[in-house]
């Protein structure tokens, strides 16, 4: 009976396993990757640890409906899947670690640039004052890439080649979604009272 090895003698196939007990076994896999993983974990990523017959978002499904109840969830941001803490649970390891408040602290200029960056990326410190109507420092980029929101794009293929910025996984996480195309159009900031129409 020939098994599926990986280099480090992982058997995914699980052959010798009741197909219930073995599908058991590739949930508890995929929990532990996503346990062990501080960044979301893609798709490709899980499908190394289960047998080739084995549906990744299948056993997501079934991982999520077994932590129901729990402190934690799977949460599907930035094009994978990472285990976070439920919200209701903030409170207390932030009162038993004394981690304090670890919200983003933006100010109110530093996400509309920030929002700037994100539907218009990549672009340019000059594209960012063609929007704002002013200079954009470079405080408040250097700000927003400490926090690792925004990364280095590109070099522009204008005069000088200048840099150019695009949004990074950690602001995809920060702002719970799954990729670019869910971030809202204009007309959904519109009827929120979040741009001029």
Same mark, same amino acid.
């Given at each position: 009976?020939?098994?599926?090895?990986?280099?480090?003698?992982?058997?995914?196939?699980?052959?010798?396993?009741?197909?219930?007990?073995?599908?058991?076994?590739?949930?508890?896999?995929?929990?532990?990757?996503?346990? =062990?993983?501080?960044? @979301?974990?893609? /798709?490709?990523? %899980?499908?190394?640890?289960? +047998?080739?017959?084995? &549906?990744? *978002? $299948?056993?997501?499904?079934?991982?999520?409906?077994?932590?129901?109840?729990?402190?934690?969830?799977?949460?599907?941001?930035?094009?994978?899947?990472?285990?976070?803490?439920?919200?209701?649970?903030?409170?207390?390891?932030?009162?038993?670690?004394?981690?304090?408040?670890?919200?983003?602290?933006?100010?109110?200029?530093?996400?509309?640039?920030?929002?700037?960056? =994100?539907?218009?990326? @990549?672009?340019? /410190?000059?594209? %960012?004052?063609?929007?704002? +109507?002013?200079?954009? &420092?470079? *405080? $408040?980029?250097?700000?927003?890439?400490?926090?690792?929101?925004?990364?280095?794009?590109?070099?522009?293929?204008?005069?000088?080649?200048?840099?150019?910025?695009?949004?990074?996984?950690?602001?995809?996480?920060?702002?719970?979604?799954?990729?670019?195309?869910?971030?809202?159009?204009?007309?959904?900031?519109?009827?929120?009272?979040?741009?001029?129409?």
């Amino acid at each position: 009976m020939a098994k599926d090895q990986t280099d480090e003698g992982l058997d995914r196939e699980l052959e010798e396993l009741p197909q219930e007990l073995r599908w058991c076994e590739w949930m508890r896999r995929i929990e532990a990757v996503l346990f =062990a993983s501080a960044s @979301p974990v893609p /798709r490709e990523d %899980l499908a190394r640890v289960v +047998g080739q017959g084995a &549906s990744v *978002d $299948l056993l997501i499904d079934d991982l999520v409906a077994d932590l129901e109840g729990r402190s934690f969830e799977v949460a599907k941001v930035a094009g994978g899947w990472m285990l976070r803490t439920r919200p209701a649970y903030a409170a207390a390891i932030q009162t038993a670690a004394d981690v304090g408040d670890q919200d983003l602290d933006l100010r109110e200029y530093d996400v509309a640039v920030l929002a700037a960056i =994100a539907y218009h990326q @990549p672009i340019t /410190r000059d594209g %960012l004052k063609d929007i704002f +109507g002013k200079e954009i &420092s470079r *405080d $408040l980029i250097g700000r927003l890439h400490a926090r690792g929101l925004i990364g280095t794009g590109p070099r522009s293929p204008r005069r000088g080649a200048p840099y150019t910025y695009v949004t990074t996984e950690k602001f995809l996480v920060a702002f719970e979604l799954e990729s670019l195309q869910d971030l809202p159009d204009r007309e959904q900031l519109t009827d929120a009272g979040l741009a001029a129409e």
